[in-house]
């Protein structure tokens, strides 16, 4: 299973932020570093929980145990707003 970006979703910088706002559920999130990371992850084709766990370990230098609960309940976030959704591989 991958995650997808709702191509709907619309993205916007500001200073150090990202906006994400889904125009069909109406959600807005103001994401840090971290979750824009994730989400350029998503879109650059590491799309599975795997692929996205050992990439946000390697780039902060951690153990992936030590990220696996704080990746999953965001992407559970995002797919909950609308951002993401799960597809077949």
């Known amino acids: 299973m991958r995650y ?3 191509p ?4 916007q910088t500001m200073e150090d932020k990202m906006v ?3 125009p ?3 959600h807005t999130l103001v994401l840090n570093y971290t979750g824009w990371y994730i989400l350029y992850l998503i879109d650059s084709g590491t799309d599975t929980y795997e692929g996205i766990v050992e990439a946000v370990a390697r ?4 153990p992936q145990r030590e ?6 309940e965001f992407l ?3 797919e909950e707003v ?3 959704w799960k597809e077949e591989s």
């Open 4 to 6: 997808v970006l709702n």
């Open 8 to 11: 709907k979703a619309v993205f």
């Open 20 to 22: 994400v706002w889904d």
């Open 24 to 26: 069909e559920s109406g």
């Open 59 to 62: 780039e902060y230098g951690v």
């Open 67 to 72: 990220v696996e609960g704080d990746v999953r």
């Open 76 to 78: 559970k976030e995002l």
């Open 82 to 84: 609308g951002v993401i």
